[in-house]
């Protein structure tokens, strides 16, 4: 039997959408050097999903070439895969290109623009982002661009794009723009959707208004595992340890008849963080060595790495350290240590640190705030020399420190700061109101923690870095600009 394009076509498209990646490539390969077709617009939009996913096609880029060669790369569906493909391989850059040069965009277009700026972190322009498609009209036409018609509808934000964006309003505690999507998806009958709902219950929690999150899960319908591990994480973010575990309670209860409600790795890892927040810990490990035998989870490396950060929240560093010895040799450990390291640092146990950075260093060199909480644990001990030792293998091993930043949202508007930043139009009557409430504060008795900042800076030099930081700035602000009483919100890159 003859073998035509769209025979092709279908198997391909079959592979890809259950994500048999390789098969689909590789049958892709075979329809191009062996049977001699040229693939067209349905073949690419298929494939290049495909390409992505496939550890084992490693020339990702070179997919583009086949788009090129027929002439299709002025096609919607084409483009729209090909974004997509950049965006997951960190090229956000070619993303913005390929999708300005459109000559018309779907709602498919804008929402993988918009997921591709959240996959990079660029949560600001991914909001910026939505404004400017509702201000856009959907162009469909039925030419060899593939659109339908030359019909013009408005464009509107789906649960894909609410989805997507939700996160976005969490991570830059925008909370007034949390609440226009949330009226939108209300207005719209989106907030009904199983995914935006739970998208809701986590932008609230992480906007500080965990009161608003409880509500919107209790007015959810339908809940699956995801809303309720979410709410399960926004009790124990807010330190209400007592009422995680009543929820987790519940969980099990429902699941009891609902088997797709039952418990699942990610609840445990939420438990286990809101007892490391609520100083629970013998609620955590009760949980932990009983969660096989009763719930059929077998612990994995997240697991321990979430028992070891309880115990050394809680000042049990020793502990914590036989935990990490107890997990099985082929587990990936690395998270594990990181938890007992930043333990050490909290409670300046030297000995147990240098056990935990020196396996860090050597599963992952390249990550900075391993070296960082190290030199710190140092500095806090008064080990100038071991201090700076580390600070100089960090930059001989090129290892840069991921800048601290802030945000604040004020009057619709997202503020970013970063640390020692004065790029901002107010940034000089900030740093004087920091240096005046400083002044403040320590003739009320308060002495900054000076122990971090490294011995060869004068004490006054180093209470100036330390009011530099900035968390400290985006707070500033917020004091300044905000009517006395007002709740404010700021988010940060960083842990702090």
């Given at each position: 039997?003859?073998?035509?394009?769209?025979?092709?076509?279908?198997?391909?498209?079959?592979?890809?959408?259950?994500?048999?990646?390789?098969?689909?490539?590789?049958?892709?390969?075979?329809?191009?050097?062996?049977?001699?077709?040229?693939?067209?617009?349905?073949?690419?939009?298929?494939?290049?999903?495909?390409?992505?996913?496939?550890?084992?096609?490693?020339?990702?880029?070179?997919?583009?070439?086949?788009?090129?060669?027929?002439?299709?790369?002025?096609?919607?569906?084409?483009?729209?895969?090909?974004?997509?493909?950049?965006?997951?391989?960190?090229?956000?850059?070619?993303?913005?290109?390929?999708?300005?040069?459109?000559?018309?965009?779907?709602?498919?277009?804008?929402?993988?623009?918009?997921?591709?700026?959240?996959?990079?972190?660029?949560?600001?322009?991914?909001?910026?982002?939505?404004?400017?498609?509702?201000?856009?009209?959907?162009?469909?036409?039925?030419?060899?661009?593939?659109?339908?018609?030359?019909?013009?509808?408005?464009?509107?934000?789906?649960?894909?794009?609410?989805?997507?964006?939700?996160?976005?309003?969490?991570?830059?505690?925008?909370?007034?723009?949390?609440?226009?999507?949330?009226?939108?998806?209300?207005?719209?009958?989106?907030?009904?959707?199983?995914a935006v709902g739970s998208a809701l219950v986590d932008m609230y929690a992480k906007c500080g208004c965990l009161d608003l999150s409880r509500a919107t899960f209790d007015q959810m319908h339908l809940k699956n595992v995801i809303t309720w591990n979410v709410l399960i994480m926004a009790y124990g973010m807010h330190g209400r340890g007592e009422e995680a575990l009543e929820l987790f309670k519940n969980m099990v209860d429902e699941g009891r008849w609902n088997k797709e409600l039952r418990p699942n790795e990610v609840t445990f890892i939420a438990i286990f963080a809101a007892c490391s927040h609520s100083g629970m810990v013998d609620e955590g490990l009760n949980l932990f060595h009983t969660m096989k035998q009763q719930h059929g989870i077998e612990p994995a490396p997240d697991h321990y790495?979430?028992?070891?950060?309880?115990?050394?929240?809680?000042?049990?560093?020793?502990?914590?350290?036989?935990?990490?010895?107890?997990?099985?040799?082929?587990?990936?450990?690395?998270?594990?240590?990181?938890?007992?390291?930043?333990?050490?640092?909290?409670?300046?146990?030297?000995?147990?640190?240098?056990?935990?950075?020196?396996?860090?260093?050597?599963?992952?060199?390249?990550?900075?705030?391993?070296?960082?909480?190290?030199?710190?644990?140092?500095?806090?001990?008064?080990?100038?020399?071991?201090?700076?030792?580390?600070?100089?293998?960090?930059?001989?091993?090129?290892?840069?420190?991921?800048?601290?930043?802030?945000?604040?949202?004020?009057?619709?508007?997202?503020?970013?700061?970063?640390?020692?930043?004065?790029?901002?139009?107010?940034?000089?009557?900030?740093?004087?109101?920091?240096?005046?409430?400083?002044?403040?504060?320590?003739?009320?008795?308060?002495?900054?923690?000076?122990?971090?900042?490294?011995?060869?800076?004068?004490?006054?030099?180093?209470?100036?870095?330390?009011?530099?930081?900035?968390?400290?700035?985006?707070?500033?602000?917020?004091?300044?600009?905000?009517?006395?009483?007002?709740?404010?919100?700021?988010?940060?890159?960083?842990?702090?």
């Amino acid at each position: 039997m003859e073998r035509k394009v769209p025979l092709w076509n279908a198997m391909i498209t079959v592979y890809a959408q259950n994500e048999y990646d390789k098969e689909a490539v590789d049958l892709f390969l075979e329809m191009y050097a062996v049977s001699g077709l040229n693939p067209n617009a349905t073949t690419m939009s298929s494939i290049v999903p495909a390409c992505v996913r496939c550890e084992a096609f490693s020339g990702k880029e070179s997919i583009h070439a086949f788009v090129i060669k027929p002439s299709l790369e002025k096609n919607r569906y084409v483009q729209n895969a090909l974004m997509d493909m950049y965006s997951r391989m960190g090229r956000t850059g070619i993303s913005e290109t390929i999708f300005n040069s459109m000559e018309g965009k779907d709602i498919v277009s804008w929402n993988t623009m918009i997921t591709g700026y959240v996959i990079s972190g660029r949560h600001d322009d991914a909001l910026n982002l939505l404004y400017e498609m509702q201000r856009v009209e959907e162009n469909k036409n039925t030419d060899s661009t593939g659109y339908d018609d030359e019909r013009r509808v408005p464009l509107k934000p789906n649960t894909i794009t609410l989805m997507t964006l939700l996160p976005s309003c969490a991570v830059l505690s925008a909370l007034a723009k949390g609440k226009e999507i949330h009226a939108y998806a209300t207005r719209h009958l989106l907030a009904l959707d199983l995914a935006v709902g739970s998208a809701l219950v986590d932008m609230y929690a992480k906007c500080g208004c965990l009161d608003l999150s409880r509500a919107t899960f209790d007015q959810m319908h339908l809940k699956n595992v995801i809303t309720w591990n979410v709410l399960i994480m926004a009790y124990g973010m807010h330190g209400r340890g007592e009422e995680a575990l009543e929820l987790f309670k519940n969980m099990v209860d429902e699941g009891r008849w609902n088997k797709e409600l039952r418990p699942n790795e990610v609840t445990f890892i939420a438990i286990f963080a809101a007892c490391s927040h609520s100083g629970m810990v013998d609620e955590g490990l009760n949980l932990f060595h009983t969660m096989k035998q009763q719930h059929g989870i077998e612990p994995a490396p997240d697991h321990y790495a979430c028992v070891v950060y309880l115990l050394g929240r809680a000042g049990s560093v020793k502990r914590a350290y036989e935990i990490v010895k107890t997990m099985p040799s082929k587990f990936d450990k690395a998270g594990a240590w990181s938890s007992l390291l930043g333990a050490c640092r909290l409670h300046q146990n030297v000995e147990i640190g240098e056990i935990a950075a020196h396996h860090l260093l050597q599963l992952e060199p390249d990550v900075a705030s391993h070296y960082v909480i190290l030199s710190n644990i140092y500095s806090s001990s008064g080990l100038w020399e071991k201090a700076m030792d580390i600070r100089r293998k960090m930059k001989e091993m090129g290892v840069r420190k991921e800048p601290g930043c802030s945000w604040i949202e004020f009057e619709d508007e997202v503020h970013k700061f970063l640390a020692g930043d004065m790029s901002h139009p107010q940034s000089e009557q900030l740093h004087e109101y920091l240096e005046t409430l400083s002044e403040r504060m320590k003739k009320e008795g308060y002495v900054p923690d000076t122990s971090c900042v490294l011995h060869n800076v004068d004490e006054d030099e180093k209470e100036t870095l330390l009011c530099g930081h900035s968390e400290k700035l985006a707070m500033a602000f917020g004091l300044l600009n905000t009517r006395p009483g007002t709740t404010i919100r700021v988010a940060k890159n960083l842990s702090l």
